[in-house]
């Protein structure tokens, strides 16, 4: 195994760092080797992952500069726009997406969402009818209507 990746600094490091019981590395002077020894690696990881954060750019200012130019002048493609109603491999990708259930569940909740409202408007109008209705006014307006109703 190579000894530069994470993993095996890390396995390396609590290798030494965990003494087993009953070994010869649990006496004292044996744990202050492996303290001063944790200690230098962890300065030296500090030091390994400071350079890693500090890495200089590959180009310089006037080169990033022409790299973008260079970029800009390049053709971009051609941008297609869609007339008319949406084409049904839209719908299937974001089934795909999604996933079946979820469309299910989604399109179940629109049509329950337009029933319940069409249904309160429905029960307002029968509501206000019957309030209408046994109103002083609505008892009025009923008796003055032809009977051939």
Do not use: H
């Not at 500090?46 to 390049?74: C, G």
């Amino acid at each position: 195994m190579p000894a530069d990746t994470d993993i095996s600094r890390l396995i390396q490091e609590f290798g030494r760092a965990t003494p087993r019981p009953g070994s010869p590395a649990s006496d004292p002077d044996s744990e202050e080797t492996a303290v001063m020894a944790e200690s230098q690696e962890q300065s030296s990881r500090s030091r390994r992952n400071s350079a890693m954060t500090r890495r200089a750019s590959l180009l310089s200012p006037a080169e990033q500069a022409k790299a973008t130019k260079q970029i800009a002048k390049k053709p971009r493609a051609k941008e297609t726009r869609a007339v008319g109603s949406v084409n049904r491999k839209v719908y299937k990708e974001y089934v795909k997406a999604n996933g079946v259930p979820s469309v299910i569940i989604y399109l179940t909740t629109l049509g329950l969402v337009q029933f319940l409202s069409i249904m309160t408007n429905v029960w307002l109008k029968n509501w206000s009818q019957v309030c209408y209705r046994y109103s002083d006014k609505g008892a009025q307006i009923d008796s003055l209507r032809p009977l051939a109703q």
